[in-house]
């Protein structure tokens, strides 16, 4: 679970560095990159998922990390009224901070133990 709360929070830390709608990810120049791009200064909600998703596969070994993607997305469905991550982040009115305490909140609900089925 920590590994889940740790990529919430590193996509928090980068939509905090800069926040983009209609795109994963944005160069200083405007235009659309990858999100795991040198060159990307901003990421939509999708984008720094995705970014931060490539961080913890480099650190560990190249292996993608499945099970915390997992977890993290089950968190955060919890907070995004949309079945689109990036429907949710474009929605007319979002606002960073807005996408930022999404994932503030995500975070502490994936620290948590699993909860036994009723």
Same mark, same amino acid.
């Given at each position: 679970?920590?590994?889940?709360?740790?990529?919430?929070?590193? $996509?928090?830390?980068?939509?905090?560095?800069?926040?983009?709608?209609?795109?994963? $990810? *944005? #160069?200083?120049?405007?235009?659309?990159?990858?999100?795991?791009?040198?060159?990307?200064?901003?990421?939509?909600?999708?984008?720094?998922?995705? $970014?931060?998703?490539?961080?913890?596969?480099?650190? #560990?070994?190249?292996?993608?990390?499945?099970?915390?993607? #997992?977890? #993290?997305?089950?968190?955060?469905?919890?907070?995004?009224?949309?079945?689109?991550?990036?429907?949710?982040?474009? *929605?007319?009115?979002?606002?960073?901070?807005?996408?930022?305490?999404?994932?503030?909140?995500?975070?502490?609900?994936?620290?948590?133990?699993?909860?036994?089925?009723?």
């Amino acid at each position: 679970m920590a590994r889940a709360a740790d990529l919430l929070l590193r $996509a928090r830390d980068l939509v905090t560095a800069g926040w983009t709608q209609a795109a994963d $990810a *944005r #160069a200083a120049d405007g235009h659309e990159v990858e999100p795991w791009a040198q060159d990307a200064v901003s990421w939509s909600l999708l984008g720094a998922i995705v $970014a931060a998703l490539e961080e913890q596969q480099a650190r #560990a070994g190249g292996e993608l990390p499945l099970a915390d993607l #997992a977890a #993290a997305l089950d968190a955060l469905a919890a907070f995004v009224d949309d079945d689109s991550l990036s429907v949710w982040n474009d *929605r007319r009115g979002r606002t960073a901070r807005e996408v930022e305490a999404v994932l503030s909140r995500a975070a502490t609900v994936a620290t948590r133990p699993p909860q036994p089925p009723a």
